[in-house]
């Protein structure tokens, strides 16, 4: 899913269309996040019928407590959940009969993660907000994110071998492939469990010798553990056709 961000408005006279931005939504990478204004909720206060205030305000408060929700679940289903797409912020505008409106969504050339969202919140509104780390999502999950994106539509992503090589039995899927280029691409978390790992790495000796034509890289991020360090100078050394490039830096270059 590609990170994007969409300012939220009040419609304060549906003859003139005139409209006070309220907020800010932003999906996809780290998120979804969410900013309403305090300052601007008491501006609208101060011109709306209380009731109409208070509809709008019950509003606000059901997309907050659906964002908060999202982001204390598994991580890895925020980062691919489609809760916040454009048709589901139509239907969240419709139950506010219009009088609340999401902006066309725009994308996001950048890793959303508290840091950037506090950035253009800053940047909208000219307030400094403190939001709320959630829980760190583990590598593959940052990495199929990542790889998702636009970014690289022009390669064939989550590919079986079958598809390369239809001769082959192998039942192994291939994050990203270029079959022109004859290049692979593979993410590998050298900290994972020793069985998880060893599955990952028999994957990729798998790949290159059946697959032997093409260049094959390895996507990681920087081993933090002794044992996964220790199995990552191991992987070097054992398969030197290999091309091994720091998640960091990989992101930087694409």
Same mark, same amino acid.
């Given at each position: 899913m590609e990170s994007f961000y969409s300012i939220i408005y009040y419609k304060t006279n549906a003859l003139t269309d005139e409209m006070v931005s309220v907020g800010l939504l932003a999906g996809g990478g780290e998120? =979804?996040?969410l900013y309403v204004s305090n300052a601007r909720m008491d501006l609208l206060k101060k011109v709306l019928h209380p009731n109409t205030f208070l509809s709008a305000r019950r509003h606000l408060k059901f997309l907050s407590e659906k964002v908060g929700?999202?982001?204390n679940e598994a991580a890895g289903l925020l980062l691919f959940d489609p809760v916040f797409s454009v048709e589901q912020m139509e239907t969240l505008s419709q139950r506010s009969k219009?009088?609340?409106v999401y902006s066309q969504p725009v994308t996001i050339n950048e890793w959303l993660d508290v840091k950037?969202?506090?950035e253009l919140t800053q940047s909208f509104f000219g307030e400094i907000i403190n939001v709320e780390p959630? $829980?760190? =999502?583990v590598f593959h999950l $940052?990495? $199929?994110a990542f790889y998702h994106s636009t970014r690289f539509k022009s390669?064939?992503?989550?590919l079986q071998i079958s598809s390369i090589l239809p001769s082959s039995l192998l039942?192994?899927?291939i994050d990203l492939v270029n079959k022109k280029d004859e290049k692979i691409i593979k993410g590998i978390d050298f900290d994972l469990s020793e069985a998880r790992l060893n599955s990952k790495l028999f994957e990729v000796e798998l790949i290159i010798n059946a697959l032997p034509q093409f260049q094959v890289t390895i996507i990681h991020p920087t081993p933090k553990k002794k044992k996964g360090k220790s199995v990552f100078d191991a992987t070097r050394e054992k398969y030197s056709k290999l091309v091994f490039q720091e998640f960091s830096e990989f992101k930087k270059l694409n």
């Open positions: 998120g =979804p996040f929700k999202h982001r219009n009088a609340i950037f969202f506090a959630k $829980k760190r =999502p $940052k990495w $199929k390669w064939e992503r989550d039942s192994l899927t």
